[in-house]
């Protein structure tokens, strides 16, 4: 399935102690229509290579190729909503207003759940909706890929385990493409597709998923899964400055 093509991509920043190597040449494809998820300890250059896809940074070296026009949207930890615009007005801002994007914003709010919401403002949701609303603005851009770099981890375990099925939903009923960071096994075993391990600035490891969902993550295969994840990240991390 075509997808973005991911070719010796390097990224280093400098340092006070040096030159810090995050990304040593990483080699990956991201299929359209599937969840990727990105998993690696803290400080392994998983939010660096999210942003070097959807084009925050830019690589020193490699390429990412892109399968004709790309269009991104990102979805961060924090919704960072506009705390004066309505949930209507920040899933619009930016667009072109017209009757067809009204429209879109109306099947938009109903896919992700917040019908009866639209003129509520940020301060008057919870965390949970307050995410719906930021991954609404992001459908409404109308993507080829998400960018989500751990949308879930500021909130409570039960909202976070709510919102992992309501993006499963919504990726079913959009075919959405999504790359997704976090250092949560449980919620790489729960959403992805597939599982892209980062260890020492490169892919240390891929782990192909069940298409069965939900999935019970305590299930002997995806036990498994978990068992070959914890073994390879409990290996040293060698990303210090030089």
């Given at each position: 399935?075509?997808?973005i093509e991911i070719r010796g991509l390097t990224k280093s920043y400098k340092m006070e102690s040096g030159t810090l190597q995050v990304l040593r040449g990483i080699e990956l494809t991201l299929p359209e229509g599937e969840i990727t998820v990105v998993l690696g300890k803290s400080g392994c250059g998983k939010t660096t290579l999210l942003r070097l896809v959807g084009g925050l940074e830019e690589p020193e070296n490699g390429e990412i190729r892109f399968p004709g026009e790309q269009k991104t949207a990102f979805v961060f930890q924090e919704p960072r909503l506009m705390p004066w615009l309505n949930v209507r007005d920040?899933?619009?801002f930016g667009q072109k207003k017209n009757q067809r994007n009204r429209e879109d914003t109306a099947r938009i709010i109903h896919t992700v759940g917040l019908d009866g919401f639209?003129?509520?403002?940020p301060h008057q949701l919870s965390g949970g909706m307050q995410q719906r609303t930021a991954l609404a603005r992001a459908l409404a851009y109308r993507p080829s890929?998400?960018?989500m770099d751990e949308p879930f981890a500021a909130l409570d375990h039960f909202t976070r385990e709510s919102m992992q099925q309501e993006l499963l939903r919504v990726r079913r009923e959009t075919d959405a493409s999504i790359l997704f960071v976090t250092h949560s096994i449980d919620e790489a075993l729960t959403l992805a597709d597939r599982i892209?391990?980062?260890s020492e600035g490169v892919v240390s490891a891929e782990y192909r998923l069940p298409q069965k969902q939900p999935r019970d993550i305590l299930c002997d295969e995806l036990i498994a899964v978990r068992r070959a994840i914890v073994s390879a990240l409990e290996k040293p991390n060698d990303s210090t400055p030089v």
């Open positions: 399935m075509a997808g920040n899933i619009e639209e003129k509520s403002k890929f998400i960018m892209i391990l980062i």
